[in-house]
């Protein structure tokens, strides 16, 4: 039981990112992220209030569980002006994520995914870190 929904989770991950691609073509820091709508697919309300506390070389990710502790989170994220990527899979019942390991001249963006069912997943806004960059990096 556990290997089948493993393996469902890790559909979802597919499918989630997937629609997660973001054409992002600039690398200037990003405008106030747009409120997304939920996937037609979706049955269930998107993780609320994301949030993320940026310690340079770690980020933290917090949000609000619409399911209450019900549904697994997939966290999406990657580099500004890139498509988004599976980071991490979050169990039930859990709100916050940690990144470790990020550039301190990087801005990063991030959304997390509530997984409903291997093709039924709400998608939260997007959050974006403002760095100051040197462009002769």
């Known amino acids: 039981m556990v290997a089948v929904v493993a393996v469902l989770v890790a559909l979802a991950a597919v499918i989630g990112v997937g629609l997660l691609v973001l054409d992002r073509r600039t690398a200037q ?20 209030n994301l949030t993320m506390r940026d310690d340079t070389t770690t980020i933290t990710l917090t949000w609000t569980d619409p399911s209450d502790g019900l549904v697994p989170f997939m966290v999406a994220g990657g580099r500004t002006g890139q498509s988004l990527g599976m980071m991490a899979t979050v169990d039930p019942g859990r709100t916050s994520y940690t990144v470790n390991g990020l550039s301190t001249r990087v801005n990063y963006c991030f959304a997390v995914l509530a997984v409903y069912d ?16 040197d462009p002769n990096d």
């Open 29 to 48: 820091p990003p405008a106030p992220p747009a409120t997304p709508s939920a996937s037609p697919d979706s049955v269930g309300p998107p993780p609320g």
């Open 118 to 133: 291997t093709d039924q997943f709400a998608t939260s806004d997007q959050v974006c870190t403002s760095r100051e960059t």
